[in-house]
């Protein structure tokens, strides 16, 4: 095998796996995604020569691809990425390294964006709770289940008008919805109202969609005073990147009632999850799926052909 050219594989297992037997006659696919040892060691048990390394292929959430990781594989000259988001890609030595970098760009989108719908009308109108209701009902009595509220007329507050905000600014607004947006600039065509201020969207707003990207300015811009500000009717939903919101803020807001409800896709420390979510029916929980769907597959072997 060691005429194929080498790529390492940080996931996502789920989509890769289906694809490994195609192409295992054109590279050498390391599986670093299925060892929970360290790279160095993972790559030393396995006899793996690092400067043999050419690709690296990896998923947005997964894996961080660190300065430690590209200075290992000396070699690497691609990154591709199943996600839109470059996040978990120190892109800085990428570029100080020549390295390219492929992701899904706004491939995505609608399909992230009807996640984010969905989760908010989950949250909204309690379809997870109302189903776990009615599985675990164990009285027959007449049904006690708490009251929703109607998405229809809300006014939603998109922060980071980006391809996967407008996509979900289209949807809402075929919902009856009044949309408001933040993103790093006021947009030229763009006729929804822009607020500056993340937490001035939030007071004037039913519910918000963080939709943009992870960045040293965007890290908690979610924070304690812009859930305050959303109020205790409030809905966030974040199918982004949990490091977008101050988890421990959230997490309290929601027990304490100082926010309504939220719907996550994404979280912090993934895959780990605050386990004090796990009792409250006022959130809907997802495992960094809004972009996981059968179609992708298709997509990553477009990204593929490229190493
Ligand atoms: O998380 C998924 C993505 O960035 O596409």
Redesign the pocket.
């Known amino acids: 095998m060691a005429h194929l050219p080498q790529v390492l594989v940080f996931g996502p297992p789920t989509i890769f796996t289906q694809f490994e037997p195609q192409y295992s006659h054109k590279y050498h696919f390391l599986n670093a995604w299925a060892s929970s040892l360290p790279l160095d060691q993972f790559l030393h048990t396995h006899n793996y020569e690092p400067s043999s390394i050419q690709a690296i292929l990896c998923?947005?959430?997964g894996t961080p691809v660190t300065v430690h990781v590209l200075s290992v594989l000396s070699s690497v000259k691609l990154i591709v990425t199943?996600?839109?988001?470059l996040d978990h890609i120190d892109l800085l030595e990428c570029r100080r390294r020549g390295i390219q970098v492929a992701g899904?760009g706004s491939l995505?989108s609608e399909e992230?964006a009807e996640m984010a719908v969905g989760l908010l009308i989950d949250a909204m109108r309690k379809i997870s709770a109302a189903d776990r209701y009615v599985r675990q009902r164990v009285h027959s009595g007449p049904w006690d289940f708490p009251l929703g509220s109607k998405l229809g007329g809300k006014r939603v507050g998109i922060v980071g008008l980006g391809s996967i905000g407008f996509e979900v600014a289209k949807r809402l607004e075929a919902f009856g919805c009044s949309i408001f947006y933040n993103s790093r600039k006021e947009k030229p065509f763009i006729s929804y109202p822009f607020y500056s201020s993340v937490v001035e969207l939030a007071a004037n707003s039913n519910a918000l969609v963080i939709c943009c990207a992870l960045t040293e300015q965007t890290r908690h811009i979610i924070n304690k005073e812009v859930l305050l500000a959303l109020g205790k009717e409030g809905v966030m939903v974040n199918i982004g990147?949990g490091a977008l919101v101050d988890e421990k803020e959230l997490v309290r807001c929601l027990i304490e009632g100082e926010i309504g409800g939220a719907g996550l896709d994404?979280f912090e420390n993934e895959p780990h999850v605050p386990e004090e979510l796990f009792g409250l029916d006022n959130v809907v929980l997802s495992p960094?799926a809004?972009?996981l769907l059968k179609s992708l597959p298709l997509i990553c072997v477009t990204l593929w052909q490229g190493i």
Do not use: C
């Open positions: 998923a947005g959430g199943t996600s839109a988001g899904a995505f992230v990147r994404v960094h809004a972009a």
